[in-house]
């Protein structure tokens, strides 16, 4: 089993940076995939980055160029740093992971882009 915990959400300014932090626990970290997710008012839940587990990145086309996803196995811990942000941006981000056939998502964290 696969218990996955956001956190470094929170308020910040256009144009700002903040990293987001994914911990996961239970075994098998190093050998599955975890993606960023997150969903705004109203909006459907979408994509916005995936590291593999030899750490192949894959982002939204929104996100390209500001946002970078990364994993230490170590730590078993996938961070996702955030710069340029943009109001748009808001939204609540879940960590995802997909581990013998069964979905985990975290709890979220709030993160909000606003003067």
């Known amino acids: 089993q696969v218990q996955l915990v956001e956190s470094g959400g929170g308020l910040v300014q256009p144009g700002g940076s903040r990293r987001l932090s994914c911990a996961a626990s239970g075994s098998g970290f190093s050998s599955y995939a975890v993606g960023w997710y997150r969903q705004a008012p109203g909006k459907q839940r979408e994509m916005v980055a995936v590291i593999s587990r030899y750490g192949i990145t894959n982002y939204a086309d929104s996100v390209k160029g500001r946002f970078t996803i990364s994993r230490d196995n170590v730590k078993k811990t996938v961070y996702l740093q955030m710069n340029t942000l943009k109001p748009e941006d808001t939204a609540v981000y879940y960590c995802?992971?997909?581990?013998?056939?069964?979905?985990?998502w975290g709890q979220g964290t709030q993160v909000t882009v606003s003067s």
């Open positions: 995802n992971a997909d581990y013998r056939a069964t979905t985990y």
